[in-house]
């Protein structure tokens, strides 16, 4: 226990000592690199490929943010595994939804989904005027 | 009971060993202002606070995740409608609010570095600097929110967007956009909240190299409001 604390303290020293506010710059650099490359891409029509490209950079934005403003690349064990458990229920979340949406007939999606009908309500209140709502 | 959890703790303890055997532990326990009775020392302490922040931020995820799983949901079943819909945003404002959230992320992670170094004078001009960004992205957001609500985007009975009418799901991209950018501001709200307490006692001189902890887990509060736009802000506004 002791020589873990006395390593982790080594460990940090060493990062702060030498690159600590550097490499939070650098870190700086390359979100907004990415934030500019994501705003350029996503307003040209890659097709089906707009959305995936999109995530992927959020991911590799958000995973920096994480591993480095956050410290999670340094941290220890236990904080890890706490965070990497709420990512996995996430998963669990939109694997569970989605398996049950992307497998439905569509007689069980809203009948307007995907401009088949009207949607809007003929008042214009934007009420639903079909019962599936 | 102070007395008594105290006693307990020592008489779990093997005299001498476990701890490497420096003495000093009983030292800083008697003279840290900053430690709580019930822990050992200094160091346990701060990993238990991390260990407590990060338990909350992985229920915050979880938090937003129920609302990205609704676009999710509902952008698949309207995704022509909710390609139109993000169009409708103003990306320009959009983009300088993604750029003021990073720089502001930069200036509190550059602001608890700061601290760590003994530099407090700097630390809090970086922590008026996120601040400020908290507030300018306020700022921006509110104007963003005025010109939907004078476009008749306002979800529900109010909703009559003339550009989108008869638009199947054009209701419910709103729906999720006001839902899922307010749960957002809000906690830029309480995030602000947290810098300024934060600032304030850094002025005040209660932190120093040995104890910032506080510095550290509002700097982490922050990471996470940029962390939640990270994912919003192409969603929303970009596909």
């Known amino acids: 226990m002791a020589e873990n604390k006395k390593h982790i303290e080594e460990h940090g020293d060493g990062h702060e000592g030498g690159h600590g506010a550097g490499r939070y710059i650098l870190i700086w650099a390359a979100l907004l690199v990415f934030t500019i490359t994501t705003v350029v891409t996503g307003r040209m029509d890659l097709g089906s490929a707009n959305l995936p490209l999109a995530m992927v950079i959020a991911t590799i934005k958000a995973t920096l943010v994480v591993l480095f403003f956050m410290h999670m690349w340094e941290a220890e064990g236990i904080l890890k595994l706490v965070f990497s458990v709420s990512l996995v229920f996430v998963a669990v979340l939109l694997l569970g939804v989605f398996g049950d949406i992307l497998t439905r007939s569509t007689a069980a999606l809203p009948s307007a989904a995907n401009g088949t009908a009207i949607y809007m309500g003929a008042d214009g209140t934007g009420h639903p005027s079909s019962p599936e709502h | ?239």
Request: hydrophobic content about 45%; aromatic content about 14%; charged content about 15%.
């Open chain 2, 1 to 239: 009971m102070s007395s008594s959890s105290a006693g307990a703790a020592a008489a779990g303890k093997p005299p001498g060993g476990g701890h490497g055997g420096h003495g000093d532990s009983d030292e800083r326990h008697s003279h840290n202002p900053h430690l709580a009775h019930h822990f050992d020392d200094i160091e346990t302490q701060n990993h238990a606070s991390r260990l407590g922040m990060w338990l909350f931020l992985g229920t915050e995820v979880l938090l937003f995740a129920g609302l990205f799983l609704g676009y999710s949901v509902y952008r698949h079943l309207y995704h022509e409608t909710f390609r139109f819909a993000s169009h409708t945003l103003n990306l320009t404002l959009g983009t300088i609010n993604t750029v003021v959230l990073i720089s502001s992320s930069l200036t509190v992670a550059l602001a608890h570095h700061a601290v760590t170094k003994g530099k407090n004078r700097l630390a809090l001009g970086l922590l008026g600097f996120t601040i400020l960004c908290a507030l300018a992205f306020l700022v921006i957001k509110g104007f963003e929110y005025n010109h939907k609500f004078e476009e008749g985007a306002l979800p529900g009975k109010w909703f009559h967007f003339e550009e989108m009418a008869g638009m199947p799901g054009a209701n419910m991209f709103f729906t999720v956009y006001f839902l899922a950018t307010g749960l957002h501001a809000f906690h830029v709200i309480v995030g602000m909240a947290i810098l300024i307490w934060v600032a304030k006692r850094l002025a005040r001189g209660d932190f120093s190299t040995d104890y910032n902890l506080p510095v550290e887990l509002g700097g982490l509060y922050w990471h996470l409001v940029d962390l939640v736009w990270i994912f919003l802000f192409p969603l929303l506004y970009l596909i």
